[in-house]
């Protein structure tokens, strides 16, 4: 079991614990503002004390007390089959969803919010059954964002290379076609990221993704599975594009470059360089021998960086685009209204949008179990 702590600085309180701690606390005025996520300080250390020991078994072993995070596994609606390997490799957070840009993909986005409100210190939920091409597709993205996820996509916004999404239903063929920029002012607004698949990363397509990102400054871009690609031309055109535009993240896929020392030697510089603009991923092992293959090739990278570069690319990153996300206006009327129903308030409370959901479903619990016991309690 992941015997790793995550601690909501601002409460002062772990997860585990949290929310009951936060509803003892009655008859005071609610405010629901200025979360400001704050880093893990003592990752570092972690990082050293692990490279100390002589003795140990695997790598993941060796770092089994760092934070880690999988920003990219299409294993939302299948969270039961998973968990082992998650625990086995002590992967502390994974940013989950299903099928993409395509209508199976609006089904497996319900599933991965069902996962994540059993588990909502586990799991970052992300959503891309929407249309690029309608408004309907628009609306979609607004409502999904408003119920509380935490990030769009995989969004598959071009794709000729690949055998599976370059034949999906809802692709686009750029990275401002349709509606793209209508959902890119969203990612803004609400303070997600968004995640794109764009293959091949070539000339055109290199131009027009500089066009959005220069469009759309206040959105964070995700650029799924960077590091897919011929590296020595790759590596050239993510330095490019990592110092022209600083609103721009890549989706390190491990597994894809650890195969080759020479191409590991030409990419660890490259996060050396932008450590801030990094973060590691399986892509649920798709196209690799086997996921355990994926997460093993994540703590390859992790032991080839200096233990700054490496907290900041394991987890501190992702993390900081996750937790520093504001309740929508839906969670905060809904906690107004389960607070009033269960006769709590709490003073002071500095919650993000994870926290939101995760005392929504605390409170909503215990409104459950209110109800249960008015209705065998005997009448009077």
């Known amino acids: 079991m992941i015997n790793k702590k995550w601690l909501l600085t601002?409460?002062?309180?772990f997860v585990g614990t949290a929310v009951v701690g936060l509803l003892n606390l009655v008859n005071k005025e609610t405010d629901f503002e200025s979360y400001v996520y704050k880093p893990d300080l003592t990752m570092v250390d972690v990082i050293k004390n692990a490279r100390t020991k002589t003795t140990v078994g695997t790598l993941a072993e060796k770092y089994r007390d760092l934070k880690v995070i999988d920003v990219h596994s299409h294993d939302g609606p299948n969270i039961e089959f998973v968990k082992p390997i998650w625990d086995e490799f002590f992967i502390d957070k994974i940013a989950i969803f299903g099928k993409v840009s395509e209508p199976a993909a609006m089904g497996d986005d319900q599933k991965s919010w069902r996962a994540f409100l059993k588990s909502t210190e586990r799991?970052?939920?992300?959503?891309?059954?929407?249309d690029m091409h309608s408004e309907e597709g628009i609306a979609m993205v607004r409502k999904n964002l408003e119920q509380g996820y935490m990030g769009v996509g995989e969004v598959i916004a071009a794709s000729t290379y690949s055998d599976v999404v370059s034949k999906v239903a809802w692709k686009g063929k750029d990275a401002l076609d349709g509606y793209l920029s209508d959902v890119y002012a969203l990612c803004a607004e609400y303070k997600v990221p968004i995640l794109l698949h764009i293959d091949p990363l070539a000339s055109a397509q290199v131009s027009v993704l500089q066009e959005a990102l220069q469009k759309h400054p206040d959105t964070n871009f995700i650029l799924a599975h960077g590091n897919v690609g011929e590296s020595t031309k790759q590596v050239?055109?993510?330095?490019?594009?990592l110092e022209s535009h600083d609103n721009l993240y890549i989706d390190f896929l491990a597994g894809y470059s650890v195969k080759s020392k020479s191409e590991m030697d030409r990419y660890i510089p490259l996060m050396e360089q932008f450590p801030s603009r990094f973060f590691l991923s399986t892509d649920s092992g798709y196209g690799l021998s086997s996921?355990?293959?994926?997460?093993e090739a994540i703590y390859e990278v992790i032991d080839r960086l200096t233990p700054e570069a490496a907290i900041k690319i394991a987890f501190e990153n992702f993390e900081y685009l996750m937790e520093n996300q504001p309740p929508t206006k839906t969670q905060i009327e809904k906690l107004n209204q389960l607070l009033d129903e269960t006769k709590k308030s709490i003073e002071g409370l500095q919650v993000n949008k994870r926290m939101a959901a995760e005392l929504i479903v605390e409170?909503?619990?215990?409104?459950?179990i209110k109800k249960q016991e008015?209705?065998?309690?005997p009448s009077r």
Not at 10 to 13: E, F, H, P, R, V
Not at 236 to 241: D, P
Request: net charge positive; proline share 3%.
């Open 236 to 241: 050239e055109i993510l330095k490019k594009l």
């Open 374 to 377: 008015m209705a065998m309690s």
């Open 123 to 130: 799991y970052y939920p992300f959503f891309s059954g929407f």
């Open 10 to 13: 601002g409460i002062g309180l």
């Open 363 to 368: 409170l909503e619990r215990e409104k459950r």
């Open 291 to 295: 996921l355990a293959f994926a997460y």
